[in-house]
């Protein structure tokens, strides 16, 4: 698959296909927020993802968040079988019986455990991890995320495999590429011109920084 470039050269990620994912890539993608609803509902997003394009679950993104109480871990804990068949139930989602019941039980498994995702990512991942040269050449699994993986799945959590738990990471920017430091640096460098607050610094192994 040819992969694609902006009009900056900045090449991108294989899953950025159209305009949909080119939007969630700009403004959101590695910016995800280090807490835990907003890293839950990537990873239940995943989890929906798993045989079908990223566009199409961000085409449902809206619908989910209605559906999964907001991707409040804490309220999907507390579902039953009436909430599931309702989810299933509604036209406006994806109405994958395995998929759902895996985000609601995930959800259990992490109030069971008392798992706080940002303090596991955090612990892995204190400053972010430089792995490659450009976005399009990141990989779909890492040693620190299989590690995640294996937690996820000691605590009872299902289809946590090693390339949801890497997408999760690059997600989050604690995995990222030179090409995101180089745009990360110049963003704050505009930022600090108008009166703005710069981008956190990314510490870079060996002194790249």
Same mark, same amino acid.
């Given at each position: 698959m040819k992969t694609l470039e902006t009009q900056d050269s900045v090449r991108l990620p294989p899953w950025v296909r159209d305009d949909t994912t080119q939007t969630y890539y700009h403004e959101e993608? @590695? +910016?995800?927020?280090?807490?835990? @609803?907003?890293?839950?509902?990537?990873? +239940?997003?995943?989890? /929906?993802?798993?045989?079908?394009?990223? @566009? %199409?679950?961000?085409? /449902?993104?809206?619908? /989910? %968040?209605?559906?999964? =109480?907001? /991707? &409040?871990?804490?309220?999907?804990?507390?579902?039953?079988? =009436? &909430? %599931? &068949?309702?989810?299933?139930?509604?036209? @406006? %989602?994806?109405?994958?019986?395995?998929?759902?019941?895996?985000?609601?039980?995930?959800?259990?498994m992490l109030v069971e455990h008392s798992v706080h995702l940002p303090s596991e990512l955090l612990a892995r991942f204190p400053d972010p991890l430089v792995v490659c040269e450009d976005d399009a050449s990141l990989p779909k699994t890492h040693i620190l995320t299989d590690e995640f993986s294996d937690f996820l799945k000691d605590c009872g959590l299902q289809r946590m495999s090693p390339v949801l738990t890497c997408s999760l990471a690059q997600a989050c920017g604690l995995l990222i590429s030179q090409q995101h430091v180089r745009t990360r640096t110049s963003q704050g460098e505009n930022l600090l011109k108008h009166g703005m607050p710069a981008p956190h610094k990314i510490n870079i192994p060996g002194g790249q920084g």
């Open positions: 993608w @590695s +910016c995800v927020p280090l807490q835990q @609803s907003q890293i839950f509902e990537h990873m +239940c997003l995943f989890i /929906f993802q798993q045989g079908l394009q990223w @566009s %199409t679950v961000l085409s /449902f993104r809206l619908a /989910f %968040t209605k559906v999964f =109480a907001g /991707f &409040d871990p804490k309220k999907l804990a507390q579902w039953g079988d =009436a &909430d %599931t &068949d309702k989810v299933l139930g509604n036209s @406006s %989602t994806i109405r994958n019986r395995a998929k759902i019941e895996a985000c609601i039980h995930n959800a259990a």
